[in-house]
Nanobody, 114 residues
Framework: QVQLVESGGGLVQPGGSLRLSCAAS????????MGWYRQAPGKQRELVAK??????TYRDSVKGRFTISRDNAKNTVYLQMNSLKPEDTAVYYC?????????WGQGTQVTVSS
């Protein structure tokens, strides 16, 4: 059984910053993929960033503003979000792929508004 616990969402003004955290627990293989997806109202869930070992991938709209990182000792993935824009408003979901299965966090709301 794998559990993902997210934290760090909230309300921030445009141009501000937030840091999301996701701690994984349970049966986690060493080789795994961790990442963040988001879903805005009325839109499909989309990949924001993912990290495999030290290799990272970002969607174009967040490149240069968001940074994904991980602490393998803590099985935790982070998403540092800078220069936030109103269009970044969404529920952000932590994602883990391990042992051939996908796991999702409960989601954390990020709202960018003045």
């Amino acid at each position: 059984q794998v559990q993902l616990v997210e934290s760090g969402g909230g309300l921030v003004q445009p141009g501000g910053s937030l840091r999301l955290s996701c701690a994984a627990s349970g049966s986690i293989f060493v080789m795994n993929v961790m990442g963040w997806y988001r879903q805005a109202p009325g839109k499909q869930r989309e990949l924001v960033a993912k990290i495999i070992s030290s290799s990272t991938t970002y969607r174009d709209s967040v490149k240069g503003r968001f940074t994904i990182s991980r602490d393998n000792a803590k099985n935790t993935v982070y998403l540092q979000m800078n220069s936030l824009k109103p269009e970044d408003t969404a529920v952000y979901y932590c994602y883990l792929h391990t042992g051939g299965r996908d796991y999702w966090g409960q989601g954390t709301q990020v709202t960018v508004s003045s």
